[in-house]
């Protein structure tokens, strides 16, 4: 039915974090490795989960699919084509060997993220690895569940450094049965912030935006009527989808010489960034810039409108990577950190510092 | 509790709350001695009705100083005791902060104080075209503090997400008085996702004090088709049959007999009262859309084995149909003394097994079941029967709901979709989680709670409390389902 490796190795798993925790080391969970440049860099015994594969339950009709963290994204998309399904989140890869719990623990998720929500929207249950080499499950295989606290979203995005995530159930959706770019001119950043946001006043089949060199493009997908008529409706030019280059940061945009840096924004902000060269995406809340910038300048712009900046991929090693926390509550996340790793033996400082 | 502490007290909160703000008159205080699952009433020390953030800041420095536990209320419609005062303790209620302070036509966003109701939102937006997805039955009542707190769900939520999905801020105040803040308004945060362990932390976690809730435009067209069935395991296939054809319907709900009779005493919708199940498919969307998909369901209903599908031809009937659905607690309400809701989840594919075992276990307890499912999720709530008055009813009645919980995780569900866990469901939660499981549930409260304060002996069961409860449920060193799969 699929090509997907089944490979149980949550027992030598479990062995190794217990004599590493044993004598007090410190280990950087790999799962593909294509992530790797995402957050601070560290110099841990690299632990490979990559073997860890396999689906353990797929029934199309439930809409959920549980599998073991390092099966490869690119088969468990294929097997969920095969099913005409996928994520809704539309996740990057940035490689050919990335794997689920690298896209778990990374948190990333691409073009179709403001329009249809974010990996934590889909994760339903999680099986991990914890510091003090026992394993846990949290949350479940079915769509509503709110027993106990919501601990399988927490994992999303934490970078690997509350455990090792051996198992994830996440929702899937249906493949839309069609898809059309449209093309508009906008000379400026602000001119296509105002636009999207004030289409979003309107049930509209959008799954994708972007804005860059003066050209907005705008994704249409769900069912042949529904995406003819809104196409007739908008107005615009048909044009060539680029949405595989935006999600994997490989439009001309994205120079590889140059520093890149994330801008979150409320989708709506103007007057901020507006003459400066940008990528824009998410109908606003993500700018991509990719040039030499002053990094702290950028973040007290963005905290005083309530976003934040993370210098995403080759900015100087002393750049802090993510925006960094008012005091009190990076104290409250190192305290979430040591409820789960309290030897701080996961990809230590990852995120911050004790994080 | 002595007469001589409450006065003590309440006369400390009136040095900067408004005299009548602070309850304790033993009268007034009978009003907030249960919430929505009325089996259990608990008198608090006090009533606090706070007006603004800095009061509740205020609340929280003098509960912390006489180690005060704190409940959080907002409407009080919890079904599973989440809401229940706690003897030694005060009630904080949220009701008297409910203003919407800002409504963001283009970012599409409104915030909210916690005390305000969830239909008041749509009610207030509905001019812009817009309004707040999440719709529980008891939308007219509950408060959106109350919502986050429980992550409630409603009937549109397998197109449109639970609570959770529809939160872009949230403003909570610590149970040390200290405010802080989860803005995800950009879609993004750096650090850990907090968001989803404080949506459905049933106020353990924080106090709720504002709300930044996302708005989406009402769908153009809105359909209905209700499909009738003379069994619900073929009413259960075509719900398959139609997320297999990969349409997701903004709601798709089921009955069974005995709930479809109470419906139709009640709201009189004309529901075919010798069905077996009912199905009712909402799509929405553009008018091009609904119309072809809603041909296609109904095709999909009839080679499902449905004796016969209705389309609600107008705006009334669609409203008709869903009338029966939405007041189906109610109408159970009228043909028994009282009826206790069960909010078990599921595979949708154990639906038969579960439904059979339920009838099993209703036969045998011989208490009355009716059931309504949110069939798209899985959500089931079983309506037990019964009467209070009649001596140990209620203690049957409990049990009976005890084993159909532990049926849904022995099918690899989950004791709770959407009510919570509360008072009601701690002894479930020992079968549902392992010891471990439970200890890191611990360790995260007492990150954001070390005094404990916060909803003390709510969701998360103690390790006393789960032997005691084993103690009971296990025979002969086994548990009532051995092969139980947790996850
Ligand atoms: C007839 C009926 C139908 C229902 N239908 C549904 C349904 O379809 N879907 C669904 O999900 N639920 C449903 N419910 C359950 C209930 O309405 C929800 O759980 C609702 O979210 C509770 O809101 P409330 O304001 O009444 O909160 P309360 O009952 O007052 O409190 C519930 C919990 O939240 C905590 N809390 C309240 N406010 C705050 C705050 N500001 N900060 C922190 N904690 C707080 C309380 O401590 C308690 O633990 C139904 C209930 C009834 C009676």
Same mark, same amino acid.
Request: charged share 20%; glycine share 10%; net charge negative.
């Given at each position: 039915?699929?090509?997907?490796?089944?490979?149980?190795?949550?027992?030598?798993?479990?062995?190794?974090?217990?004599?590493?925790?044993?004598?007090?080391?410190?280990?950087?969970?790999?799962?593909?490795?294509?992530?790797?440049?995402?957050?601070?860099?560290?110099?841990?015994?690299?632990?490979?989960?990559?073997? %860890?594969?396999?689906?353990?339950?797929?029934?199309?009709?439930?809409?959920?699919?549980?599998?073991?963290?390092?099966?490869?994204?690119?088969?468990?998309?294929?097997?969920?084509?095969?099913?005409?399904?996928?994520?809704?989140?539309?996740?990057?890869?940035?490689?050919?060997?990335?794997?689920?719990?690298?896209?778990?623990?990374?948190?990333?998720?691409?073009?179709?993220?403001?329009?249809?929500?974010?990996?934590?929207?889909?994760?339903?249950?999680?099986?991990?690895?914890?510091? %003090?080499?026992?394993?846990?499950?949290?949350?479940?295989?079915?769509?509503?569940?709110?027993?106990?606290?919501?601990?399988?979203?927490?994992?999303?995005?934490?970078?690997?450094?509350?455990?090792?995530? #051996?198992?994830?159930?996440?929702?899937?959706?249906?493949?839309?049965?069609?898809?059309?770019?449209?093309?508009?001119?906008?000379?400026?950043?602000?001119? %296509?912030?105002?636009?999207?946001?004030?289409?979003?006043?309107?049930?509209?089949?959008?799954?994708?935006?972007?804005?860059?060199?003066?050209?907005?493009?705008?994704?249409?997908?769900?069912?042949?009527?529904?995406?003819?008529?809104?196409?007739?409706?908008?107005?615009?030019?048909?044009?060539?989808?680029?949405?595989?280059?935006?999600?994997?940061?490989?439009?001309?945009?994205?120079?590889?010489?140059?520093? #890149?840096?994330?801008?979150?924004?409320?989708?709506?902000?103007?007057?901020?960034?507006?003459?400066?060269?940008?990528?824009?995406?998410?109908?606003?809340?993500?700018?991509?810039?990719?040039?030499?910038?002053?990094?702290?300048?950028?973040?007290?712009?963005?905290?005083?409108?309530?976003?934040?900046?993370?210098?995403?991929?080759?900015?100087?090693?002393?750049?802090?990577?993510?925006?960094?926390?008012?005091?009190?509550?990076?104290?409250?996340?190192?305290?979430?950190?040591?409820?789960?790793?309290?030897?701080?033996?996961?990809?230590?400082?990852?995120?911050?510092?004790?994080? | 509790?002595?007469?001589?502490?409450?006065?003590?007290? /309440?006369?400390?909160?009136?040095?900067?709350?408004?005299?009548?703000?602070? !309850?304790?008159?033993?009268?007034?205080?009978?009003?907030?001695?249960?919430?929505?699952?009325?089996?259990?009433?608990?008198?608090?020390?006090?009533?606090?009705?706070?007006?603004?953030?800095?009061?509740?800041?205020?609340?929280?420095?003098?509960?912390?100083?006489?180690?005060?536990?704190?409940?959080?209320?907002?409407?009080?419609?919890?079904?599973?005791?989440?809401?229940?005062?706690?003897?030694?303790?005060?009630?904080?209620?949220?009701?008297?902060?409910?203003?919407?302070?800002?409504?963001?036509?283009?970012?599409?966003?409104?915030?909210?104080?916690?005390?305000?109701? +969830?239909?008041?939102?749509?009610?207030?937006?509905?001019?812009?075209?817009?309004?707040?997805?999440?719709?529980?039955?008891?939308?007219?009542?509950?408060?959106?503090?109350?919502?986050?707190?429980?992550?409630?769900?409603? !009937?549109?939520?397998?197109?449109?997400?639970?609570?959770?999905?529809?939160?872009? &801020?949230?403003?909570?105040?610590?149970?040390?008085?200290?405010?802080?803040?989860?803005?995800?308004?950009?879609?993004?945060?750096?650090?850990?996702?907090?968001?989803?362990?404080?949506?459905?932390?049933?106020?353990?976690?924080?106090?709720?004090?504002? !709300?930044?809730?996302?708005?989406?435009?009402?769908?153009?067209?809105?359909?209905?088709?209700?499909?009738?069935?003379?069994?619900?395991?073929?009413?259960?296939?075509?719900?398959?049959?139609?997320?297999?054809?990969?349409?997701?319907?903004?709601?798709?709900?089921?009955?069974? +007999?005995?709930?479809?009779?109470?419906?139709?005493?009640? !709201?009189? &919708?004309?529901?075919?009262?010798?069905?077996?199940?009912?199905?009712?498919?909402?799509?929405?969307?553009?008018?091009?859309?609904?119309?072809?998909?809603?041909?296609?369901?109904?095709?999909?209903?009839? +080679?499902?084995?449905?004796?016969?599908?209705?389309?609600?031809?107008?705006?009334?009937?669609?409203?008709?149909?869903?009338?029966?659905?939405?007041?189906?607690?109610?109408?159970?309400?009228?043909?028994?003394?009282?009826?206790?809701?069960?909010?078990?989840?599921?595979?949708?594919?154990?639906?038969?097994?579960?439904?059979?075992?339920?009838?099993?276990?209703?036969?045998?307890?011989?208490?009355?079941?009716?059931?309504?499912?949110? /069939?798209?999720?899985?959500?089931?709530?079983?309506?037990?029967?019964?009467?209070? +008055?009649?001596?140990?009813?209620?203690?049957?009645?409990?049990?009976?709901?005890?084993?159909?919980?532990?049926?849904?995780?022995?099918?690899?569900?989950?004791?709770?979709?959407?009510?919570?866990?509360?008072?009601?469901?701690?002894?479930?939660?020992?079968?549902?989680?392992?010891?471990?499981?439970?200890?890191?549930?611990?360790?995260?409260?007492?990150?954001?709670?070390?005094?404990?304060?916060?909803?003390?002996?709510?969701?998360?069961?103690?390790?006393?409390?789960?032997?005691?409860?084993?103690?009971?449920?296990?025979?002969?060193?086994?548990?009532?389902?051995?092969?139980?799969?947790?996850?």
């Amino acid at each position: 039915m699929n090509s997907i490796d089944e490979v149980d190795i949550e027992a030598e798993l479990t062995s190794q974090i217990i004599s590493v925790a044993a004598t007090g080391g410190e280990i950087e969970i790999i799962g593909g490795g294509s992530k790797r440049f995402y957050g601070q860099s560290l110099e841990a015994l690299p632990v490979d989960v990559s073997g %860890h594969s396999g689906i353990i339950d797929y029934d199309p009709a439930e809409l959920v699919i549980t599998l073991r963290a390092g099966c490869k994204l690119s088969e468990v998309e294929a097997l969920l084509a095969e099913h005409r399904q996928m994520f809704g989140f539309e996740p990057p890869c940035y490689g050919r060997d990335a794997t689920i719990g690298g896209m778990v623990a990374s948190g990333l998720a691409g073009p179709r993220r403001a329009f249809a929500g974010g990996i934590r929207d889909f994760v339903l249950g999680v099986k991990i690895l914890d510091g %003090h080499g026992e394993i846990n499950q949290f949350g479940g295989r079915v769509i509503k569940n709110v027993a106990g606290f919501d601990v399988s979203r927490l994992m999303v995005g934490s970078l690997g450094t509350l455990g090792v995530i #051996l198992e994830v159930s996440i929702r899937v959706i249906p493949s839309y049965e069609t898809e059309l770019t449209l093309a508009f001119e906008h000379d400026s950043a602000d001119k %296509h912030i105002r636009w999207i946001n004030e289409l979003g006043s309107e049930p509209w089949p959008i799954s994708a935006s972007l804005w860059v060199a003066g050209r907005s493009l705008l994704r249409l997908s769900g069912s042949v009527q529904g995406v003819q008529y809104a196409a007739q409706q908008l107005g615009g030019e048909t044009a060539e989808p680029c949405w595989d280059e935006l999600k994997e940061q490989a439009l001309d945009f994205f120079d590889d010489a140059q520093p #890149l840096t994330r801008i979150s924004l409320p989708p709506a902000t103007t007057d901020q960034l507006d003459d400066i060269p940008q990528l824009i995406e998410w109908g606003g809340a993500q700018r991509w810039l990719c040039a030499e910038v002053d990094i702290p300048a950028l973040r007290s712009m963005a905290e005083g409108v309530g976003g934040s900046v993370c210098a995403f991929r080759r900015h100087a090693a002393d750049v802090a990577v993510f925006h960094p926390l008012p005091p009190a509550m990076l104290k409250l996340q190192r305290s979430i950190k040591s409820s789960f790793d309290p030897a701080g033996i996961f990809n230590p400082g990852r995120i911050y510092p004790g994080l | 509790m002595s007469q001589t502490r409450r006065e003590k007290l /309440a006369a400390k909160f009136r040095e900067f709350l408004a005299p009548e703000n602070v !309850v304790d008159q033993p009268t007034s205080l009978n009003t907030y001695e249960s919430d929505g699952l009325s089996a259990y009433r608990q008198q608090p020390l006090l009533v606090l009705l706070p007006e603004n953030i800095e009061q509740v800041q205020q609340v929280m420095r003098v509960c912390q100083e006489q180690r005060l536990p704190v409940v959080s209320r907002g409407a009080g419609t919890s079904l599973s005791g989440g809401a229940l005062p706690h003897a030694e303790g005060v009630v904080l209620s949220l009701a008297k902060m409910n203003r919407i302070l800002e409504v963001d036509q283009l970012s599409r966003l409104a915030v909210v104080e916690p005390g305000v109701r +969830n239909l008041a939102i749509s009610e207030a937006v509905k001019s812009l075209g817009l309004y707040y997805a999440p719709d529980p039955s008891s939308q007219i009542a509950c408060t959106i503090g109350g919502n986050v707190a429980e992550n409630a769900g409603g !009937v549109h939520c397998l197109k449109y997400g639970l609570t959770l999905h529809n939160i872009l &801020a949230l403003k909570l105040v610590s149970s040390e008085g200290e405010i802080f803040e989860i803005d995800q308004r950009s879609l993004q945060s750096d650090g850990y996702d907090l968001l989803p362990l404080l949506v459905g932390s049933e106020g353990m976690l924080g106090i709720v004090v504002e !709300v930044t809730v996302k708005l989406l435009p009402i769908p153009r067209c809105a359909r209905v088709v209700m499909g009738v069935f003379d069994s619900v395991e073929k009413a259960g296939d075509s719900v398959a049959a139609i997320i297999a054809e990969g349409i997701i319907p903004a709601g798709i709900e089921m009955m069974d +007999n005995p709930a479809i009779r109470a419906a139709e005493d009640f !709201v009189h &919708a004309d529901y075919p009262v010798e069905a077996e199940a009912i199905l009712i498919c909402e799509l929405d969307g553009t008018e091009e859309e609904v119309l072809s998909q809603i041909e296609l369901v109904e095709k999909l209903l009839k +080679n499902g084995g449905a004796t016969e599908t209705r389309l609600a031809r107008d705006e009334a009937e669609r409203l008709l149909f869903w009338s029966g659905r939405k007041a189906a607690f109610p109408a159970v309400g009228r043909i028994s003394p009282d009826y206790y809701c069960i909010d078990g989840t599921i595979p949708r594919k154990a639906l038969s097994a579960v439904l059979s075992g339920v009838r099993a276990l209703s036969e045998e307890y011989g208490l009355s079941v009716a059931n309504v499912f949110h /069939a798209g999720d899985g959500n089931l709530h079983p309506l037990i029967l019964y009467d209070a +008055n009649n001596e140990g009813e209620l203690e049957k009645t409990e049990e009976l709901g005890s084993k159909i919980l532990q049926l849904c995780i022995h099918h690899g569900g989950t004791i709770t979709g959407e009510h919570g866990v509360g008072v009601e469901k701690l002894g479930e939660m020992c079968v549902q989680f392992s010891e471990t499981e439970r200890e890191q549930f611990h360790a995260i409260r007492e990150c954001f709670d070390p005094s404990k304060l916060l909803n003390p002996g709510k969701a998360i069961p103690t390790l006393a409390r789960c032997a005691e409860f084993n103690a009971m449920h296990v025979h002969e060193g086994k548990l009532p389902f051995p092969e139980l799969d947790r996850f």
